[in-house]
């Protein structure tokens, strides 16, 4: 039975050969390596984060003081991490998480297609965000049979919301992920500095640019006029939401709705009351908000909340197979990558982004071998202690 961690066996017999990996596989090097090889701006917008950045490097310091209890004279050979999500078979917890800058992640721009064929080569999910190089049909269809999820980020136009879902449902995305933190955007000093925000200056609209509800608001197309299109979508970008508009939401589609943003267990129980399918715990990787509680710290009160009645997505500080187990066993149900796998993209396009993906994978599998959890059940039945 092939195993993720045999992605280290073939790594070492390779070094027997001379041969070693094209790219980094711990997080600092493949961190370094895409710094140095982005231009400054696309560094800044990835890594920056909001005010003084302590929530988001607190996101990922956080999980150390998480620890696991390693469990012996168990027969660990076989490991299955296969877990389900509506219905869909995933081969493991561990999906993309929606960036929406993964468009010129890519030195050729098209870093939405780059991740949607990793997600392709490795069966992770793709979450593509509304924000993107590539419309998000083609975006779907680069996923081939893996099940892909679609981040809204909801217009103030209700057309244009209405007719991005319907879109999303017609290419056949799975779920559609509803961000609910970022109707404006945070307080973001990297960019301010240098006065930057790739979407003024064009990028990542495809998606809006295509819409015939969003056409539609233009007085001429932006093919004819590019600036007009990009001062209405900066017009439009974002909706307030409030639990009154999920009824509304729920009306668009028949497709599950997650909501992406909850950290507060009694959001979590409203959510579910509104009918939300699925809970997802994120800070947004402290890009939104400064002076947050680590985002993994929220997840057990959430998922205690949750009791089980929907699936429980998390994301914000992963950066290794180790962070994975660790949010399983602290009850997450999906585990989601954010900028470790566009580190990838920067380095190698839609192979480096595969290449992030096994390796946090192999991790995470020779960790359940060697602490004897062969299943997802068995780690979460483990669990973790606050060190
Ligand atoms: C994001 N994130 C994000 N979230 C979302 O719902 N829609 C989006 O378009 C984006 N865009 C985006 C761009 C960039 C550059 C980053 C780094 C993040 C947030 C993302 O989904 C996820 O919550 C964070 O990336 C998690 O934090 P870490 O683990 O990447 O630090």
């Not at 140095?36 to 917008?45: E, G, I, S």
């Not at 093919?223 to 009154?244: C, H, K, P, S, Y």
């Amino acid at each position: 039975m092939p195993h993720y961690g045999d992605y280290q066996n073939a790594i070492y017999f390779a070094g027997l050969s001379g041969i070693v990996p094209e790219w980094p596989v711990d997080h600092a090097g493949l961190r370094a390596r895409a710094e140095a090889h982005w231009p400054a701006a696309v560094r800044d917008y990835v890594q920056g984060g909001c005010g003084d950045e302590a929530t988001q490097d607190g996101n990922a310091a956080a999980f150390d003081h998480w620890g696991m209890t390693p469990r012996m004279m168990v027969d660990t050979s076989a490991r299955d991490l296969a877990t389900t999500l509506f219905g869909h078979r995933l081969p493991s917890p561990l999906f993309m998480a929606p960036i929406g800058i993964n468009g010129i992640c890519t030195d050729d721009g098209h870093g939405d297609l780059a991740a949607a064929r990793a997600s392709n080569v490795t069966g992770v999910p793709f979450c593509a965000s509304t924000l993107a190089n590539d419309p998000l049909e083609d975006v779907r269809a680069a996923c081939g049979a893996a099940p892909a999820l679609f981040q809204l980020y909801t217009p103030r136009e209700p057309d244009v919301a209405a007719s991005l879902v319907a879109r999303a449902e017609a290419a056949g995305y799975a779920a559609i992920v509803v961000t609910l933190d970022t109707w404006v955007t945070g307080w973001r000093p990297r960019d301010l500095n240098t006065g930057n925000f790739p979407q003024l200056r064009g990028a990542v609209l495809a998606n809006y640019f295509t819409d015939p509800a969003f056409r539609a608001l233009l007085a001429r197309p932006p093919e004819e006029d590019r600036q007009a299109a990009i001062m209405t979508w900066a017009a439009t970008f974002g909706r307030v939401l409030t639990w009154n508009d999920m009824t509304w939401l729920r009306s668009l589609t028949s497709l599950p709705i997650i909501l992406k943003g909850i950290c507060h267990p009694d959001d979590a129980r409203r959510a579910i009351d509104a009918g939300a399918d699925g809970i997802y715990v994120s800070n947004h990787g402290g890009r939104q908000a400064n002076g947050g509680v680590a985002a993994i710290d929220h997840l057990p009160a959430v998922v205690e909340a949750v009791a089980g009645r929907v699936p429980v997505l998390f994301d914000s500080g992963v950066r290794s197979g180790t962070d994975m187990v660790k949010a399983i066993a602290l009850g997450a149900d999906l585990v989601g990558l954010g900028r470790p796998y566009c580190y990838g993209l920067a380095l190698g396009g839609a192979e480096g982004c595969a290449h992030v993906l096994k390796c946090v994978l192999a991790e995470a599998d020779l960790l359940m071998a060697v602490n004897g959890w062969p299943t997802l059940a068995a780690v979460r039945a483990a669990g973790a202690i606050r060190t």
